[in-house]
């Protein structure tokens, strides 16, 4: 198992708590996979970290260095790491990478989370779930 990447917009609140519990529940096991976030429009956001994902970060006992320092623009580059792709929805996120990366279109799998306004006590345990799902299936 290669590299997950999961990619929202802003890659500030979805993907980044995607990505630390994944890594945390990795490096709870005798999986190799690691996982990384990007977003597709980094530039909208202003910050290192969502305060509402590091707040369910922490309740989880999750520390925040499972998820990289600060948010990170997705390139073409990030296609080649990655074996798995993940997009948090498909609504948002299907229409920006078919313009920005069309050619990696087919490789996302697409999630139904949508970003705020739903309540953070809707989407991040949602966003947990499919994360213990695909580890599950690994």
């Given at each position: 198992m290669g590299d997950v990447l999961f990619i929202c917009t802003g890659n500030f609140y979805r993907s980044r708590f995607a990505e630390a519990v994944f890594?945390?529940?990795?490096?709870?096991?005798?999986l190799s996979a690691r996982a990384f976030s990007r977003g597709l429009m980094t530039h909208l956001v202003d910050g290192e970290i969502s305060p509402l994902a590091a707040s369910a970060l922490a309740k989880r006992g999750i520390p925040l260095h499972r998820t990289s320092?600060?948010?990170?623009?997705?390139?073409?580059?990030?296609?080649?790491?990655?074996?798995?792709?993940?997009a948090l929805h498909e609504e948002e996120h299907r229409p920006m990478i078919a313009a920005r990366h069309p050619t990696q279109l087919a490789r996302v799998t697409f999630w139904n989370v949508s970003d705020l306004p739903l309540s953070p006590e809707i989407a991040l345990p949602r966003i947990e779930e499919n994360v213990l799902a695909l580890l599950a299936s690994l």
């Open positions: 890594n945390h529940h990795v490096e709870r096991s005798a320092l600060r948010p990170t623009q997705l390139t073409a580059g990030d296609f080649l790491r990655a074996h798995t792709v993940i």
